[in-house]
């Protein structure tokens, strides 16, 4: 059965969505397609969608030369009326289309003209059209532009500190890690830039403008989803009604939050509440795969938390008068990762200003947008420019307490009271440990070369001629698995290099690219100017010492080397490193 259409056409003026007499076949369904008649140039036709909730229709198309504007409401902040289209969404290509305060969603193709996004909008869908984000955001509202298809607007205007724009399809696969950044356009004098996909060497929006007093060099990227801070279903909530399920907490509600500062309890409204989906990736590391970390009953102190508590990773219990990342204390007895749960939707809270809230009886923290609200949206690999976003020194309400010498006294206080803990879990990872780093070389070529001798602390290898640069190959591992997870340094950490020379045709060269501040690929920056660690499989460019037949000594000083875990424990990920 064909869709019915549902015709509004009008000059100037105002018509209300839900007034079954401004359409021709009465209020839209999600099976019409809404034809929009907006006049002539001049004209400006205002819709007034319905307040809060969602409408879905089939398709939108928006006739005539006169400027639209599609106007939703705000319940609360980031709360938006929804506009979902099944279809297509085509606007005029002589006039401006407002999208203001909406979730205006299309499975289809959004193209056209210009379309002006503010007031809070998200526009979603395969959108080409022009994109222009409201000059006068103050933001009290995020404006967001999420490309879910392969195309990309050919020009963005009027980009701000409060506005955002996520990749989807464009960078969807999952091998690859891309480079995405924002250069001068070469067509203009400045005032313009493009956004550049390195990796796969092209432009995805040829045309980038700067809202007055925004600042090009402040423009940040979040691959992926973020890292996740979120609560498993049934965690509890306490509120003013009582303790209440993540899952039922809606926008408007009433939290108890704790001033830790003046010791005492205040009453915060919940401003924003979203969901998504996590799939483990078990082929990673325990603390990157997505398990969720299941905190027993009572494994923090007598009652806290008051039954087992599941939250990710990287979400914060609150300590000490700080906060501390739940993977920092993972002790694989009483808060361990559990692998029985491959998949789970996740949430999170989000309060008028980040708080401690308390879930499960044990104090953590509420939503903090770091860059990672995109998460909540879309599953899948994405990349999203962000303007400003929140950060844990100037936004959080509590420091976070990473360092070493305030968690480690957390972790063995709880690992104290493993023997008291109910159900307790019973690890059976074994962890196998060893000094030698398997040092060997990698020319630029492919020859693989073993060390001719070695001792405590250097190394040398006979180079052939006409190697122009070797990678340093060896085991490695990061410090969180091999000395605890309260060490917070999840790098791959190689070997750390002090002197390099080089020996031939009765010369000696020094080779310290690997001690400058910019350094090869493999290096890792440190605050040292006489070492720097490798990460395992590091590249040094020997420059053309060799280059006339000649055959070389390669000398490389050691400061320190490992431990590793051994290649059984670290499994495909250490093989790929040492490829």
């Not at 019915?4 to 056409?9: A, G």
């Not at 999600?30 to 398709?59: E, K, Q, W």
């Not at 004098?189 to 956004?195: A, K």
């Not at 996740?228 to 303790?243: A, K, Q, V």
């Amino acid at each position: 059965m064909a869709n019915t259409t549902d015709t509004w056409t009008g000059a100037a003026g105002n018509s209300n969505w839900n007034d079954a007499n401004n359409w021709d076949n009465g209020v839209p369904t999600a099976s019409s397609d809404v034809v929009i008649n907006s006049g002539v140039i001049g004209d400006s036709l205002s819709i007034t969608l319905p307040s809060g909730g969602s409408s879905t229709i089939a398709s939108l198309t928006i006739n005539g030369d006169g400027d639209v504007s599609l106007n939703g409401s705000r319940n609360a902040q980031y709360r938006r009326t929804n506009l979902i289209v099944n279809g297509d969404v085509t606007v005029p290509p002589d006039a401006v289309t407002t999208v203001n305060g909406t979730y205006l969603i299309s499975s289809g193709n959004i193209s056209g003209g210009t379309i002006l996004i503010a007031q809070g909008t998200t526009l979603q869908g395969n959108v080409s059209t022009p994109i222009s984000f409201s000059p006068t955001n103050d933001g009290v509202y995020a404006n967001s532009l999420y490309l879910t298809g392969l195309d990309a607007p050919s020009s963005v205007l009027n980009f701000s500190s409060y506005d955002s724009i996520t990749f989807g399809s464009l960078v969807s696969d999952e091998s690859t890690q891309h480079s995405v950044y924002i250069k001068d356009n070469p067509d203009s004098t400045g005032s313009l830039f493009e956004v550049y996909d390195e990796t796969a060497d092209k432009v995805l929006i040829p045309t980038l403008t700067m809202a007055p007093g925004a600042d090009v060099t402040k423009i940040t990227w979040q691959s992926d989803a973020g890292t996740l801070n979120c609560f498993l279903p049934g965690s509890m909530i306490r509120t003013c009604d009582g303790d209440v399920a993540v899952e039922n907490i809606q926008i408007g509600d009433e939290v108890i939050t704790f001033d830790w500062k003046n010791n005492k309890n205040i009453v915060r409204k919940v401003v924003w509440v979203g969901k998504a989906r996590a799939v483990v990736r078990p082929e990673l590391h325990d603390d990157e795969a997505g398990w969720p970390v299941r905190i027993l009953k009572g494994a923090i102190a007598d009652g806290v938390p008051y039954k087992d508590m599941l939250i990710t990773p990287e979400h914060c219990l609150f300590l000490k008068d700080r906060f501390v990342p739940a993977r920092m204390l993972v002790n694989g007895v009483s808060i361990f990762y559990d692998k029985s749960i491959t998949s789970y939707d996740y949430y999170h809270v989000e309060t008028e200003q980040h708080s401690v809230i308390t879930a499960d009886g044990a104090l953590t923290e509420s939503y903090l947008d770091t860059g990672n609200r995109s998460s909540f949206r879309q599953e899948g690999k994405v990349i999203t420019l962000f303007g400003s976003v929140k950060n844990w020194e100037d936004d959080a309400c509590a420091p976070l307490g990473v360092e070493r010498s305030f968690v480690e006294p957390l972790y063995h206080a709880i690992e104290r009271r493993e023997n008291s803990i109910i159900g307790a879990h019973t690890s059976t990872e074994g962890m196998e440990l060893t000094h030698d780093p398997d040092l060997h070389l990698v020319t630029n070529t492919g020859t693989i070369v073993w060390p001719m001798r070695k001792t405590a602390h250097q190394y040398s290898f006979m180079l052939p001629s006409d190697t122009q640069s070797v990678r340093i190959v060896s085991r490695a591992s990061r410090p969180s698995d091999v000395i605890g997870p309260f060490v917070d340094d999840r790098r791959y950490m190689g070997v750390a290099v002090t002197d390099v020379r080089l020996q031939c045709a009765n010369q000696h060269f020094d080779i310290t690219s690997h001690l400058q501040a910019q350094k090869p690929e493999g290096w890792h920056d440190t605050d040292w100017t006489d070492c720097a660690w490798t990460n395992g499989n590091a590249k040094l460019p020997l420059g053309n010492h060799l280059a006339r037949g000649e055959m070389g000594i390669l000398s490389i000083t050691l400061r320190a080397a490992g431990p590793y875990l051994l290649p059984s424990e670290t499994g495909s990920e250490m093989q790929k490193r040492s490829a």
